[in-house]
T-cell receptor
Framework: AQTVTQSQPEMSVQEAETVTLSCTYDTSESNYYLFWYKQPPSRQMILVIRQEAYKQQNATENRFSVNFQKAAKSFSLKISDSQLGDTAMYFCAFDQISGAGSYQLTFGKGTKLSVIP | SAVISQKPSRDICQRGTSLTIQCQVDSQVTMMFWYRQQPGQSLTLIATANQGSEATYESGFVIDKFPISRPNLTFSTLTVSNMSPEDSSIYLC??????????????FGAGSRLTVL
């Protein structure tokens, strides 16, 4: 079974600054997907960014980028130029590519990020 | 990505009663999932709703407590039966859709917040 660990229950960052959220995972799979989801106070879960394990290049989406270290099983999220709208719970998630467990994401416990004006 | 309508958005229920949550998707989808998010916790998969067959439940969840219907490819319901205060949670419907990379990206509804007194 896969596990996802987010060691930072809460973080805060000043507006316009950069913040990094940590995520580690454990799996015996060699091919899988990793995701960061955002859950604002409104509760709607939104996909922020995804990474395919077989790609060495780190994924980027505008102000969001990841640092994917496959050997270390680490998948951190960097938010640049933080904005007030980035205030939310951030969940790291794992999905195996094939087999009985695919499409059934395993989520970490989340990191509550507060952006301070 | 698919648009999901979930209702009720919130409800306050009495102990021992049952409540049915509805999930409507604006397009046909093969796989629909029900997650539970207990207060301050991460998301836990309850079951996969299969069209034309019984739902597939995860460990710790049983059909008698969480009966699920999936009458067609755009609709599903989750019933929380014989509720107790421990069932107070947010229940989220999600659907799986492949993107251009083939990643198993989940789209979520806004959730149904149940409070059991």
């Amino acid at each position: 079974a896969q596990t996802v660990t987010q060691s930072q229950p809460e973080m805060s960052v000043q507006e316009a600054e950069t913040v990094t959220l940590s995520c580690t995972y454990d799996t015996s799979e060699s091919n899988y997907y990793l995701f960061w989801y955002k859950q604002p106070p409104s509760r709607q879960m939104i996909l922020v960014i995804r990474q395919e394990a077989y790609k060495q290049q780190n994924a980027t989406e505008n102000r969001f980028s990841v640092n994917f270290q496959k050997a270390a099983k680490s998948f951190s999220l960097k938010i640049s130029d933080s904005q007030l709208g980035d205030t939310a719970m951030y969940f790291c998630a794992f999905d195996q590519i094939s087999g009985a467990g695919s499409y059934q994401l395993t989520f970490g416990k989340g990191t509550k990020l507060s952006v301070i004006p | 990505s698919a648009v999901i309508s979930q209702k009720p958005s919130r409800d306050i229920c009495q102990r021992g009663t049952s409540l049915t949550i509805q999930c409507q998707v604006d397009s046909q989808v093969t796989m629909m999932f029900w997650y539970r998010q207990q207060p301050g916790q991460s998301l836990t998969l309850i079951a996969t709703a299969n069209q034309g067959s019984e739902a597939t439940y995860e460990s710790g969840f049983v059909i008698d407590k969480f009966p699920i219907s999936r009458p067609n490819l755009t609709f599903s319901t989750l019933t929380v039966s014989n509720m107790s205060p421990e069932d107070s949670s947010i229940y989220l419907c999600s659907v799986s859709g492949g993107d251009s990379s083939g990643a198993n990206v989940l789209t979520f509804g806004a959730g149904s917040r149940l409070t059991v007194l």
